[in-house]
Structure formats: structure tokens, C-alpha cells
């Protein structure tokens, strides 16, 4: 069965930075592209980053050069470097594994069962 487990969310003030992980099991990791979505109350789920297969990397404009994507395909693991975190950055942050080169949420098989990541002064 495939199961991805995220961990490192918390509360982090302004300005700082907090590092999430994402373990995969079940699947082969290596072939699939792997992304982090994030969902704040009253709004809808959006992609953060992704990197596929290859390491190319993709991020939402309001992140770009803040939030960095990397995975270890030895470890089975993917990687969310948040630092300059700003109060809109809370949010519930999922990872998630699609079999597609893609950004698409549709798209993505495979969802963890969230983080919790607060912002605040």
C-alpha cells in the first residue's frame, strides 16, 4: 500500500523558516513526480512546488524564491525548505505523488494527510 507521511510542520514567527519532509513508501519513488499543495480555511488547495522525476522544479509566484523543493531518492523523501515565512504562508501543507510530469492536482495519485504550518507573531 502507498503511504506518504508528512512531518516538520509547527509554529514559526514571521521571518523564520521550517523544513517539511515527506516519506514515501510503496511505490517506486524515483519515477514519480512529487509535489507539496497547501490549503488555508475558506480557500482552495493550491500547488506550492513540485520537481519531477528529473529535478526540474516548479513554484506558485507567491512563493518563488522563499520555498525550495529538492528530494533524496535514496531516503524515499521530498523536501520543503520554507524560510522568510510570512503569516499567508499558514496553511495545511500536503504532499502528494503523481505517475504524470505535471502541476495539476487531478493529476497527483497518491495525497499524506497533511501538516499543520502556522505563521504568526
Known amino acids: 500500500q502507498v503511504q506518504l507521511v508528512e512531518s516538520g510542520g509547527g509554529l514559526v514567527q514571521p521571518g523564520g523558516s521550517l523544513r517539511l519532509s515527506c516519506a514515501a513508501s510503496?511505490?517506486?519513488?524515483?519515477?514519480?513526480?512529487m509535489g507539496w499543495f497547501r490549503q488555508a480555511p475558506g480557500k482552495q488547495r493550491e500547488l506550492v512546488a513540485r520537481?519531477?522525476?528529473?529535478?526540474?522544479?516548479n513554484y506558485a509566484d507567491s512563493v518563488k524564491g522563499r520555498f525550495t523543493i529538492s528530494r533524496d531518492n535514496a531516503k524515499n523523501t521530498v523536501y520543503l525548505q520554507m524560510n522568510s515565512l510570512k503569516p499567508e504562508d499558514t496553511a495545511v501543507y500536503y504532499c502528494?505523488?503523481?505517475?504524470?510530469?505535471?502541476?495539476?492536482?487531478?493529476?497527483?495519485?497518491?495525497w499524506g494527510q497533511g501538516t499543520q504550518v502556522t505563521v504568526s507573531s
Open positions: 520537481i519531477t522525476r528529473g529535478g526540474n522544479t
Open positions: 510503496g511505490l517506486s519513488f524515483s519515477a514519480y513526480t
Open positions: 502528494a505523488a503523481s505517475a504524470f510530469v505535471t502541476t495539476d492536482s487531478r493529476d497527483f495519485n497518491f
